[in-house]
């Protein structure tokens, strides 16, 4: 059974960091190529890609609105996702996910964006970015 646990959330001060964790376990993929990406969700709004990381390469991704502020890295050996935040701002308040994708690019060119790329997810950790 896969199962994926973040952690690392919080109340942050605006201009602050936070470091988001996602331990991964019980993966039984054939193929080497997976996906793991952090999605959020604040309330009222849809759930967002915000980063993700493909395995088979390397790549990163990362949506317009965090580019230069957050960082995505992993420890294989830990099966460990880390999602290092800076320069936080209040409308990064939200709940945070990560989740695995076990066959990325089936949903086109923005494939790491899609909520229905995705197989397997955590329950999430709240970001609070407040004053």
């Known amino acids: 059974e896969v199962q994926l646990v973040e952690s690392g959330g919080g109340l942050v001060q605006p201009g602050g960091s936070l470091r988001l964790s996602c331990a991964a376990s019980?993966?039984?993929?054939?193929?080497?190529?997976?996906?793991i990406g952090w999605f959020r969700q604040a309330p009222g709004k849809e759930r967002e890609g915000v980063s993700a990381?493909?395995?088979?390469?390397?790549?990163?991704y990362y949506v317009d609105s965090v580019k230069g502020r957050f960082t995505i890295s992993s420890d294989n050996a830990k099966k460990t996702v880390y999602l290092q935040m800076s320069s936080l701002k209040a409308e990064d308040t939200a709940v945070y996910y990560c989740?695995?994708?076990?066959?990325?690019?089936?949903?086109?060119?923005?494939?790491?964006?899609?909520?229905?790329?995705?197989?397997?997810w955590g329950q999430g950790t709240q970001v609070t970015v407040s004053s």
């Open positions: 989740a695995v994708d076990s066959y990325p690019g089936r949903y086109g060119r923005n494939w790491w964006q899609e909520v229905y790329e995705y197989d397997y």
């Open positions: 019980g993966f039984t993929f054939d193929r080497d190529d997976y996906a």
């Open positions: 990381i493909r395995f088979s390469d390397g790549s990163t």
